[in-house]
T-cell receptor, first 111, second 115 residues
Framework: DAKTTQPNSMESNEEEPVHLPCNHSTISGTDYIHWYRQLPSQGPEYVIHGLTSNVNNRMASLAIAEDRKSSTLILHRATLRDAAVYYCILNTMEYGNKLVFGAGTILRVKS | KAGVTQTPRYLIKTRGQQVTLSCSPISGHRSVSWYQQTPGQGLQFLFEYFSETQRNKGNFPGRFSGRQFSNSRSEMNVSTLELGDSALYLC??????????????FGQGTRLTVV
């Protein structure tokens, strides 16, 4: 079901940038790339989404490859509160409004 | 604006019993989806309701059912509980549904333990 591939885990130092990669080689032209994160003992939280162009919001930036087969979530300055599981999801017409979660990337932030 | 509210937060039930979980979406949101999260299977989609109609369904047995009321509040029911139904049940709401650039807002979940 899941159409994205992410590393199992990554580690970062506090206040340094973090680049979380995601591969989605089977993406179709109308699929949106969404990122959610789940902090311990919480429900998932929306982070950012994009279609073709790079996107920025107050939480993060999303860099999308020109061929759209991969993308990178960028946290500009990681804090301890950013330690979470990050999910890269393709929002696709095939699934309607269903979000298909993979295993995600566990991000650990060291102080 | 209040977030997505799920009740109860924690629940312990016995095998064979049934359980009903409740979800109040963000005001104005008409799409409500339910997910099950377990350590082994991760987050899995159960079903989605939009304007009181089930619009999408995941691969779960018929023991799992849901409904949505005219005020968009939703309930899910699990009958004949099994030990494997122990999980975190999450509800998510969105405003329009079926727009691929729509974000979903999740509640904190209901932790169900079946003993």
């Amino acid at each position: 079901d899941a159409k994205t591939t992410q590393p199992n885990s990554m580690e970062s130092n506090e206040e340094e940038p973090v680049h979380l990669p995601c591969n989605h080689s089977t993406i179709s032209g109308t699929d949106y790339i969404h990122w959610y994160r789940q902090l311990p003992s919480q429900g998932p939280e929306y982070v950012i989404h994009g279609l073709t162009s790079n996107v920025n919001n107050r939480m993060a930036s999303l860099a999308i490859a020109e061929d759209r087969k991969s993308s990178t979530l960028i946290l500009h300055r990681a804090t301890l509160r950013d330690a979470a599981v990050y999910y890269c999801i393709l929002n696709t017409m095939e699934y309607g409004n269903k979000l298909v979660f993979g295993a995600g990337t566990i991000l650990r932030v060291k102080s | 604006k209040a977030g997505v509210t799920q009740t109860p937060r924690y629940l312990i039930k016995t095998r064979g019993q049934q359980v009903t979980l409740s979800c109040s979406p963000i005001s104005g949101h008409r799409s409500v989806s339910w997910y099950q999260q377990t350590p082994g299977q991760g987050l899995q989609f159960l079903f989605e309701y939009f304007s009181e109609t089930q619009r999408n369904k995941g691969n779960f047995p018929g023991r799992f059912s849901g409904r949505q009321f005219s005020n968009s509040r939703s309930e899910m029911n699990v009958s004949t509980l099994e030990l494997g139904d122990s999980a975190l049940y999450l509800c998510a709401s969105s405003d329009m549904g079926r727009r691929l650039n729509t974000e979903a807002f999740f509640g904190q979940g209901t932790r169900l333990t079946v003993v």
